[in-house]
């Protein structure tokens, strides 16, 4: 008798073998722990990305917790990398947005923000002095 994949109790009836459920509630939730492991694993390769890429400032690798990603001027921002990596979206379309980018503190990319990005931008590098990043 074949079981079901999540809580392995007996399942009537024929399937391809390898998607058992005993009913949508198991379904669901072996889908969402699917979900939850592949958002796991993409916040782990992004921040591989910003330990890698460190800081465009300063140099900061260690802590990728500490760093984020700042939208440079002149690309059109589609959506923040932390929204699409918690929607689950594809490494290339993440990558896609990342190369608009370069990573900065986060202190510095909330401050920007609460200001108008402008103030910080101007005092920190002129804007004709940033450089695009590696993935870029």
Not at 9 to 23: A, E, I, K, R, Y
Request: hydrophobic residues 35%; aromatic residues 8%; charged residues 25%.
């Amino acid at each position: 008798m074949r079981t079901c994949n999540e809580c392995s109790t007996p399942v009537l009836g024929f399937g391809n073998g390898s998607t058992m459920f005993c009913g949508d509630e198991c379904r669901y939730i072996n889908r969402r722990n699917y979900r939850r492991e592949r958002i796991e694993k993409i916040k782990v390769w992004v921040d591989e990305i910003k330990v890698q890429e460190g800081c465009a400032d300063c140099g900061y690798n260690i802590a990728p917790i500490a760093l984020d990603f700042d939208h440079l001027p002149g690309y059109e921002k589609e959506k923040n990398v932390s929204l699409l990596v918690n929607q689950g979206k594809h490494k290339d379309v993440i990558m896609a947005e990342i190369a608009k980018c370069e990573v900065v503190p986060r202190t510095k990319s909330i401050v920007q923000y609460s200001l108008g990005f402008a103030p910080l931008v101007s005092m920190i590098k002129p804007a004709h002095a940033r450089q695009r990043n590696q993935f870029g």
